[in-house]
């Protein structure tokens, strides 16, 4: 009865398929969606163009559309199942003529959500929809921008152009800057086109 019993168990187990290791490697890809462009500022993309910001007093700034490019981009390299996950991140370099490079990173996440990073001398995230408390809305010459942040600058990080020191900046998720300000010298520049 014995050797029945293990004569059972060999052809048993030699009928059946021992899979011991890593899972073939699967790729997850998030992308951007046409709706994502809604909160993504697509005027960058024309390289060259230079972007006005003006104060009450008529003084100018100029932030010239350096790079705008989508690439996709390893969001993490394989997980216990073989997984690679990958997104689309747009990267996105202005330039304060002269001064200082702006750079923004945009990714797709899963969930739906994008991410944005944002690096003016220090690093500044959100999530959206999900830090949507962050936003608010604000007009400007009679132009209704929805989606508002502001970013603030440490000391260490304020922007000097021209003897003004840039501390705030307005970012629109759709429009991009719409505004830099000095808010020791109450000196707000806005966005004329």
Do not use: H
């Amino acid at each position: 009865m014995k050797k029945l019993i293990y004569l059972l168990i060999i052809v048993f187990l030699s009928s059946c398929e021992l899979n011991v290791g890593i899972a073939e490697n699967k790729k997850v890809y998030y992308k951007f969606k046409s709706s994502d462009f809604d909160v993504i500022p697509t005027k960058y993309s024309q390289i060259g163009n230079n972007n006005i910001y003006k104060n009450s007093s008529g003084e100018r700034i100029e932030i010239k559309n350096d790079l705008y490019e989508i690439n996709e981009n390893v969001y993490l390299n394989g997980d216990y199942f073989g997984t690679e996950y990958y997104n689309d991140k747009l990267f996105i370099r202005l330039n304060i003529k002269g001064y200082i490079d702006l750079d923004f990173y945009i990714s797709k996440l899963e969930n739906d959500l994008l991410f944005y990073k944002i690096i003016i001398g220090q690093y500044f995230y959100i999530n959206y929809p999900k830090d949507n408390n962050l936003l608010f809305e604000k007009n400007i010459n009679n132009i209704s921008f929805k989606k508002v942040m502001i970013f603030e600058l440490s000391n260490e990080a304020v922007l000097n152009i021209n003897n003004v020191k840039i501390n705030k900046i307005y970012f629109d998720l759709k429009s991009g800057i719409i505004g830099l300000e000095d808010s020791l010298n109450n000196n707000q520049f806005w966005i004329t086109n």
